[in-house]
């Protein structure tokens, strides 16, 4: 079976200060565990614009299948994790966080208010995952398996665009 490199990116202030434990990022590996997937880069960094931009464009150019953000999705002045990632990505993949806050809801209606955004670059595709390892759990597990699909379409090995 073919394997997916994936970056896993924390964005938070507090965490890059190494005043809060990142929990989400083994939140996430565990899930990814259950899959095809390798972690081959891992960043704490702080809820920084340029930064993130930079960083999300390092994860492209180093042809990452998969790169997953925790955090920076809601409402707060420091929250900007949408805003780069639309300035990275060329094609949005809007079904994939609709489907997130669709599953969401049914554990919280705060889920309404996540801004996250999913899109693609190249043969990379970037995924905004809330900043709660519960919800990173939850919402990947709800969309890992269309998105591995998704991503065997990008990058040319599957053009098998319907259903079983």
């Known amino acids: 079976m073919e394997r997916y ?3 896993i990116i924390t964005l938070s202030d507090k ?8 929990l989400s990022m083994p939140s996430i590996k565990e899930e ?3 899959y095809p997937f390798d972690v081959v ?3 704490l960094i ?10 999300l464009n390092d994860c492209v150019n180093e042809n990452i299948n998969l790169v997953l953000t925790t955090g920076g999705t809601g409402f707060s002045v420091r929250d900007v994790t949408p805003e780069a990632t639309k300035k990275v990505i060329e094609k949005e993949a809007n079904g994939i966080v609709e489907a997130m806050r ?3 809801m049914k554990f919280t209606n705060r889920a309404m208010l996540s801004r996250a955004v999913c899109g693609i670059k190249n043969n990379t595709v970037i995924l905004n995952l809330p900043g709660s ?8 597990e709800y969309v890992i398996e ?9 990058i040319g090995s599957s053009s098998e665009c319907g259903r079983k």
């Not at 702080?46 to 960083?55: C, E, G």
């Not at 390892?133 to 990947?140: G, T, V, W, Y």
């Open 5 to 7: 490199s994936v970056a």
């Open 15 to 22: 965490g890059s200060k190494g005043e809060r434990v990142d």
């Open 32 to 34: 990814l565990d259950n």
């Open 41 to 43: 880069k891992y960043e």
């Open 46 to 55: 702080p809820d920084d614009f340029d930064l993130i931009v930079k960083v």
């Open 102 to 104: 669709f599953n969401s």
């Open 133 to 140: 390892p519960k919800a990173c759990k939850e919402n990947l």
């Open 146 to 154: 269309p998105l591995i699909h998704g991503i065997m379409t990008l």
